[in-house]
């Protein structure tokens, strides 16, 4: 997030620790030599830069589904309610935005197609970092079609979406920050994933409803990935078919694979994640898949931020 706070610089000065202790022959990973990692993926490359002069901190990132080549990214806090377009070069497609939301500290973002064709877009306002947030919001906008009209638009320029329902919530335990949002768009299983220093990262699953003035999470696990930290997770995305899910810290992605033979898409959470190699990565804070799942997309917080992809061997 933009506000300059303890815990966020405490989880930038261990991401920098990791980094040069990785340089000097150190794994980044806590687990061994024998610890299982993803040969799926080619390696990362850096297909371009985010040319919106307005995104200075993408948090989240996720791809359309109703259009093809089309990715949505936001800022952090310290911005307004606005969703900005690219696509995998990172060119500037267009900027909204969203109507009846707020930006007290969004952190991620997810997309999902309904049965009847429509597209969703999902943001979680749901960073905490100072722990004084007991009810968080998750805004649902229906996804702005993009024209040649609104193409390279800026924030004074910005069109406005639809208006956003949101849905605020509560976790059933206590007061967590999180900055990792996942929608399953075959189940409507919304999870919310928790960022921790010193334990593994809290899994937490709802359900949209407009009725209930505060609905409250239900905790489906926990989620260790082999690095130190293993809970800092910073993003995260489901893909398509519901049988992958994707998440990242700071430096590397991690990948889990939901068996054939699962009876629910909750199983996902208890398979081993894989760690897949995102290159050289500075604050990384979002990750996604293609539309297809065909390739992975992350970026980080900074003004053109590279846009690194790997693609799905």
């Not at 109703?66 to 309610?81: E, I, K, L, M, R």
């Not at 930006?103 to 100072?130: H, P, Q, S």
């Not at 805004?139 to 208006?163: F, L, M």
């Not at 919304?190 to 209930?212: A, F, G, Q």
Request: glycine content about 8%; charged content about 25%; hydrophobic content about 35%.
């Amino acid at each position: 997030m933009s506000k300059f706070t303890i815990p966020k610089y405490c989880s930038i000065v261990i991401s920098a620790l990791l980094a040069i202790f990785s340089g000097a022959g150190c794994a980044f990973d806590s687990g061994t030599a024998a610890e299982p990692r993803s040969t799926d993926f080619d390696a990362p490359q850096i297909s371009g830069t985010i040319r919106s002069q307005d995104v200075n901190e993408s948090s989240g990132v996720a791809a359309s589904k109703c259009q093809s080549g089309v990715f949505w990214t936001h800022n952090d806090s310290g911005d307004g309610p606005f969703i900005y377009a690219f696509d995998p070069k990172g060119e500037n497609l267009g900027t909204w935005r969203v109507a009846g939301a707020e930006n007290v500290d969004w952190e991620d973002m997810a997309t999902a197609r309904t049965r009847d064709g429509r597209c969703f877009l999902y943001i979680a306002d749901a960073g905490n970092n100072k722990l004084d947030r007991d009810v968080l919001v998750i805004y649902r906008v229906e996804e702005p079609v993009v024209t040649d009209t609104n193409t390279g638009g800026r924030k004074q320029d910005a069109a406005t979406t639809a208006a956003a329902e949101s849905m605020r919530f509560r976790y059933p335990d206590k007061v967590q920050d999180a900055e990792t949002l996942m929608v399953d768009q075959n189940t409507g299983a919304i999870w919310v994933l928790t960022k921790r220093l010193n334990e593994p990262s809290n899994i937490y699953k709802l359900r949209w409803s407009n009725d209930i003035e505060v609905v409250t999470a239900e905790k489906v696990g926990t989620l260790s990935v082999p690095a130190v930290p293993n809970g800092l997770l910073t993003g995260g995305d489901i893909s398509s078919d519901g049988r992958r899910a994707i998440v990242c810290d700071y430096a590397r992605a991690y990948e889990l694979t939901l068996p054939v033979d699962a009876a629910s898409v909750d199983e996902i959470w208890k398979q081993a994640p894989k760690p897949v190699d995102l290159g050289k990565r500075q604050a990384g804070e979002a990750v996604a898949y293609f539309s297809d799942a065909s390739s992975i997309l992350a970026t980080s917080e900074k003004l053109n931020s590279p846009i690194i992809t790997a693609r799905r061997k």
